[in-house]
């Protein structure tokens, strides 16, 4: 492997994408990746799939019955490479936090 090409897999995160909904509070899986709030960036897309996982859990533990959107949300969301070419679309930076197993 190249080292150029090294440095460049070493820069790459993982995004937390959680698709829109509508106002009738359908979730838009089908919209651009562009209109989907980015919640997070990790080191790997190991660690961006048990956030996922973690957060869809606890969605469910305090969801009240009827009010389940953001779980239905969190189950349609995705990890997705931080240089995806479908994020190239946002108008606005991505919302991004840190990952939580990085130090700081």
Not at 15 to 21: D, G, M, Y
Not at 44 to 50: F, H, M, N, P, V
């Amino acid at each position: 492997m190249k080292l150029q090409h090294a440095a460049a897999l070493a820069l790459v995160g993982w995004c937390l994408a959680i698709p829109p909904f509508d106002n009738n509070m359908t979730i838009q899986t089908g919209a651009p990746m562009g209109q989907w709030r980015l919640r997070c960036t990790f080191n790997t897309s190991a660690t961006c799939e048990q956030e996922r996982q973690r957060l869809i859990a606890m969605r469910i533990k305090i969801a009240k019955p009827g009010k389940d959107l953001v779980v239905r949300s969190m189950k349609a969301s995705k990890c997705v490479a931080s240089d995806d070419p479908s994020l190239k679309s946002r108008k606005a930076p991505p919302d991004i936090s840190t990952d939580p197993a990085q130090p700081k």
